[in-house]
């Protein structure tokens, strides 16, 4: 009798599984991030100093992030390429438990012929300003990069 009960249940547990048609993908729609984007500024979590925010000016050099439509990358310092590739466009919600928020961030993963990188962009664009902040997942000592689109 036993048996038969969980026989029955296990039925009725997989009668009822229903294969959901949803798939989950990263969105497509890159059109806020394309575009070129000159560097302005990096500050480091250490707090100000001379060189903190790092700016262009301090630096001695010009960076101009590329991102296309077709998914590609160059990264120019001072007009010439120190990197480049594709890239995949991430969206996703981050619960903090310990400080009770939700954060919603937008990603940018990148792959060197066709090799995934261990380098992701975690960003939020603010007007013409695109911040690449690892801040918003909690990445300790870590700088936040600030572009503007030109």
């Known amino acids: ?15 009822s599984c229903k294969k959901s048609t949803k798939t989950t993908s ?31 000016q301090y630096a001695g050099y010009q960076k101009v992030l590329s991102l296309t439509t077709d998914h590609s990358f160059i990264l120019k310092k001072d007009n010439v390429i120190i990197d480049s590739g ?3 466009h991430g969206h996703a919600n981050y619960v903090d438990s310990f400080f009770n928020e939700r954060f919603i961030y937008d990603s940018i993963l990148y792959y ?13 664009i603010y007007n013409d ?12 000592g870590a700088a936040s990069v600030f572009w503007k689109k030109q």
């Open 1 to 15: 009798m036993k048996n038969i009960l969980i026989l029955a249940l296990v039925i009725l547990t997989i009668a």
């Open 26 to 56: 990263s969105p497509t729609d890159t059109s806020s991030i394309v575009g070129n984007w000159k560097w302005i500024e990096t500050q480091f979590g250490y707090g100000p100093s001379d060189s903190n925010p790092l700016r262009p």
């Open 86 to 88: 594709t890239y995949t």
């Open 112 to 124: 060197h012929k066709g090799i995934k990188s261990s380098n992701i962009d975690y960003y939020k």
């Open 129 to 140: 300003t695109l911040l690449f902040d690892p801040g918003i997942i909690h990445i300790l």
